[in-house]
């Protein structure tokens, strides 16, 4: 599966930003796509993942209520929309497609796209 992801950008602290990863090069109707941050001097850290067949969402709790993910069959995309961004959201993005669901680790791995928040 190959992965590429935009969307990243500076924007201010209590605004919002919207992050896409299109999937390509298999079907990912039975994989759980992903996203994991990584912040300087940090490690990389789960932020959210969706089920392609069903639709179930997961969140780090760091993140409920403020972000949310989804997915677009027709166009083979996952997307993340991020409200209410602090300087704590402010990280390296990547998207990551598995079979398998595990919140620490996935098999594929899309180019982060960086999200930067100004206070």
């Known amino acids: 599966v190959q992965l590429q992801a935009s969307g990243g950008g500076l924007v201010q602290a209590g605004g919002s930003l919207r992050l896409s990863c299109a999937a390509s090069?298999?079907?990912?109707?039975?994989?759980?796509m992903g996203w994991f941050r990584q912040a300087p001097g940090k490690e990389r850290e789960f932020v959210a993942a969706?089920?392609?067949?069903?639709?179930?969402?997961y969140y780090a709790d760091s993140v409920k209520g403020r972000f949310t993910i989804s997915r677009d069959g027709a166009k083979n995309t996952v997307s993340l929309q991020m409200s209410s961004l602090n300087s704590e959201d402010t990280a390296v993005y990547y998207c990551?497609?598995?079979?398998?669901?595990?919140?620490?680790?996935?098999?594929?791995w899309g180019k982060g796209t960086l999200v930067t928040v100004s206070s």
């Open positions: 990551a497609a598995d079979q398998r669901f595990r919140n620490y680790d996935m098999h594929y």
């Open positions: 090069g298999r079907n990912v109707n039975n994989y759980y």
């Open positions: 969706i089920r392609w067949t069903g639709g179930s969402t």
